[in-house]
């Protein structure tokens, strides 16, 4: 008797440490993607605040105008896990945005995209060879590329917005999958493809390695420079991408397109819990905090919120979240 | 007698205002542990760095498996199977143990992909070899510092090291910890390894090594066999000068009680730490790396919190909460890590002379910089640092230079009590005497000092009285003839030993 008893407690004990790990490891996963439930929390807000924001059609909206950011945004991470960090991107931006108009008329379309994206690719390059060579702070280094670049942008477009000529252009991207964009589908296939690069490869895991101690990379015989250059360029190179598709969703180039677009994709980053500092982060949280901030702006947009009260909110935000990420890391710690 | 594995011959490694090697041959044979002992500053972690590809030498020439080698890069000497363990260990926290026992040469196929399994099972192999309790998942910044070494010994599993280089390992390792890292020194030996093993600590030298080589001030002194020698030898030979005539111990006459420490508790880090110091004397506080003196320290001075017991200073109980009332109180910290925590290397000497203590030399809040010019041309010249002039800036003074501005910004603001944590860590010789007989000096105007030192030399010949702390824990005093390297080394050892 008192032997079943005896099972009967044992089972039961094994059960509750079943259910404290499993709960345990839930607890883990909220702290490690936090901003998922963030978004959530945001969420269900908006849809208690606004009949308009939960339905299939915002929801596709949202998704389309934060992958602008979004593309941005991997690049960034890319750049940030290092170690790094690229002001230049919105600049960039603007240059392929305006490559690709300004070019079609003379050498074609699909030429135009081409030169567009290897622009990107181009000054991504020369950012990081610049910071892997000079070793100066790629804060500088970018800052000086970001003005460098948008007085390139004003000197092509000869200060005004260029007009794509050709209408068929501006339909390339209206492929829809339910609510969900190319340009949307396009960014999260970028997100998924380097979050796999990241976890994956040599030079994705290299990455991490250099941006959370250098120095141990160094001495171990990891190429420290080459993956900088490397996730540079590829950072320009996704600022092309988002350059092109922003081209084409507006049908024009403006000069001043994506201005401050660099700090917004900053916060995307921070906000979904990748270190500033380098080796820690990944694209799922990047992924996560950019359609935070989309569907952020976007809830704010449909409750008719003005302006300055908006940047006010976004501000309090990104202030918000960075303490509750602080708050769980350091109670993780202990 | 065993093949030789790796020989340094005549060795040159020169840094700005210093010569770290001069001319230093070594050599090492297969399954031998081959101890490399000397001060701080003496070269031993130079020498290291060199033999790693970590620094590249001005003149000589390493010499592996009888083949004349160049080793440029880590990566070079790891391809030789030279390998380090870092004093300070510097692993990627974020990387799992398997990717750092990697790191640099993770398995990959022709597309760029890392074979985690590979590595994975790879590394428990090595793990497991070394007796680790924990998987190669595990991310590094969850392990203990012991268990970080073993993922740095495991390296040298994987890559085949035939040279396994130790730097201090022991610093900050439990008893217990400790047996087990010489277990698997012992099983490296075994197999035929070469190993260098740098450390401090007598016991643990007699302990596990096979021959010792001693360094000072960047040249060999001796090579002998351990068991042909005595802890006495050894550490002459690492002092290897007449410490009476060296060093200048205050003769200052000894005045009333000025602190007095009862039971100052910090959980993890120190218990029931109970002194006290007089105006005139100068007290050493001797103990290994990790032994909590620095801690006591800051405690008294306000950094940290004490969870119990009392300080009295001054005839008055005081619990400081910031540095800045230990100050006003007539306390100054001299802090170990100048570079962090001591001075603003981009400003010039007045500056960062004045800079804690702007109120006694400003008028309404404005610098009277004739004043500071005048304080700071005084401490030029009692404490002879050599300088162009006021502004210029400290990036570009010596470290012994820079170590007698520290203690020139602590002394302008006329402490009562002053406590030095490591006054002359690389710092040359001729500062380092400077400093000594400043001390001295100090003590004979009156002023109570407390000297935090890992250089028994140093604490030795400074120090009326000393006290030897380890593991978070006083357990010694000594004043006048007892006060000898064989007590000290008994009174940090007894305990990691027991």
């Not at chain 1, 507006?250 to 979904?272: D, K, M, Q, Y």
Request: net charge neutral; proline share 3%; hydrophobic share 45%.
């Amino acid at each position: 008797m008192s032997n079943t008893v005896g099972m009967k407690k044992d089972s039961a004990a094994k059960i509750m440490t079943s259910i404290k790990s499993s709960s345990l490891s839930i607890l883990r996963i909220i702290r490690e993607q936090h901003i998922w439930v963030f978004l959530f929390i945001c969420m269900v807000v908006f849809s208690l605040a606004s009949p308009y924001f939960f339905t299939l059609n915002n929801i596709g909206n949202v998704l389309t105008q934060g992958s602008f950011i979004g593309f941005l945004a991997v690049g960034m991470t890319l750049v940030m896990l290092n170690g790094e960090i690229d002001l230049s991107v919105g600049a960039t931006l603007a240059l392929s945005s305006a490559l690709a108009i300004g070019l079609q008329e003379s050498i074609g379309i699909w030429p135009a995209i081409l030169v567009a994206l290897l622009s990107g690719a181009f000054f991504g390059f020369i950012n990081g060879a610049l910071v892997a060579l000079s070793g100066i702070h790629s804060f500088i280094i970018t800052l000086g590329s970001l003005m460098g670049i948008r007085g390139i942008v004003f000197i092509f477009t000869g200060e005004e917005a260029l007009m794509t000529s050709d209408y068929s252009y501006t339909e390339y991207p209206e492929i829809y999958i339910g609510p969900v964009s190319l340009t949307a589908m396009i960014f999260f296939g970028f997100a998924l493809f380097f979050q796999w690069i990241l976890s994956k490869t040599r030079h994705g895991l290299e990455t991490y390695a250099v941006g959370d101690n250098e120095k141990s990379a160094h001495e171990a015989g990891i190429r420290v420079r080459r993956h900088k250059v490397i996730n540079f360029t590829l950072c320009g190179l996704l600022a092309g991408v988002a350059g092109v598709l922003l081209s084409m969703r507006l049908g024009t180039a403006e000069p001043n397109a994506a201005r401050i677009w660099e700090l917004w994709t900053i916060i995307a980053v921070v906000l979904g819990g990748t270190r500033l500092t380098g080796g820690y982060g990944s694209m799922w949280k990047t992924v996560g905090g950019v359609i935070t901030l989309a569907a952020l702006l976007n809830g704010l947009r449909l409750l008719n919120t003005p302006n300055y009260i908006e940047l006010i909110v976004m501000g309090t935000v990104l202030v918000l979240a960075l303490i509750l990420d602080k708050t769980l890391t350091s109670s993780q710690s202990r | 007698m065993n093949e030789i594995v790796l020989t340094a011959d005549s060795i040159l490694k020169k840094f700005p205002g210093v010569i770290a090697l001069n001319g230093v041959s070594f050599d090492i044979r297969a399954g031998e542990v081959h101890a490399l002992m000397g001060e701080n500053g003496a070269g031993k972690s130079t020498l290291m760095k060199v033999l790693s590809g970590i620094y590249n030498p001005d003149e000589g020439a390493i010499h592996h498996r009888g083949k004349k080698v160049i080793v440029k890069t880590p990566k070079e000497a790891r391809e030789l199977g030279i390998l380090l363990v870092h004093q300070e260990l510097s692993l990627s926290p974020e990387l799992s143990a398997a990717e750092n026992i990697y790191l640099g040469d993770w398995p990959t196929n022709w597309f760029g992909i890392v074979n985690k399994r590979k590595m994975n099972a790879a590394a428990k192999t090595a793990l497991d070899e070394l007796g680790c309790n924990f998987g190669p998942e595990v991310l590094v910044r969850n392990l203990s510092i012991a268990k970080q070494q073993m993922v740095e010994i495991a390296r040298t599993l994987v890559f085949n090291a035939n040279v396994v280089i130790f730097d201090e390992p022991t610093g900050t390792l439990t008893t217990t910890e400790k047996d087990q890292l010489f277990e698997v020194v012992r099983s490296l030996r075994k197999k035929g390894v070469a190993i260098v093993y740098i450390s401090h600590k007598m016991d643990e030298i007699f302990e596990i090594a096979d021959r010792i080589t001693v360094l000072r001030d960047g040249e060999v002194q001796c090579t002998v066999n351990t068991c042909e020698s005595t802890i006495g030898e050894i550490t002459n030979r690492m002092i290897g000068r007449d410490l009476d005539q060296y060093f200048h111990r205050a003769k200052s006459e000894i005045g009333n009680q000025l602190l007095s420490v009862n039971k100052l508790t910090i959980r993890g880090f120190f218990k029931d730490v109970s002194f006290s110091v007089r105006s005139g004397e100068v007290v050493g506080l001797y103990g290994l790396i990790g032994a909590g003196r620095s801690e006591v320290a800051e405690t008294l001075f306000g950094v940290r919190r004490q969870d119990s017991g009392e300080i009295i200073f001054n005839k008055q109980k005081v619990s400081f909460s910031s540095p800045k009332q230990a100050i006003e109180k007539g306390m100054a910290l001299v802090p170990e890590d100048r570079k962090s925590q001591g001075l603003i290397l981009g400003m010039g000497g007045r500056h960062n002379m004045t800079l804690p203590h702007l109120s006694l030399y400003s008028n309404m809040g404005v610098p009277n910089v004739e004043n500071e010019l005048q304080i700071f041309e005084d401490y030029k010249t009692k404490l002879e640092i050599k300088t162009t002039g006021p502004e210029q800036m400290l990036s570009d003074l010596s470290g012994g230079n820079q170590q007698k501005l520290v203690l020139a910004k602590w002394l302008c603001a006329n402490p009562k009590l002053i406590i030095l944590d490591e006054p002359t860590r690389g710092v040359d010789v001729g500062s380092k005497s400077a400093i000594h007989q400043y001390i001295a000096t100090l003590a004979e105007q009156g002023l109570a000092v407390i000297v935090i030192s890992s250089e028994m030399p140093e604490v030795i010949g400074v120090s009326h009285r000393i006290l030897t702390m380890a593991e978070g824990r006083l357990v010694g005093e000594y004043t006048g003839k007892e006060m000898t390297e064989e007590n000290l080394i008994a009174a940090v050892s007894g305990l990691t030993t027991a």
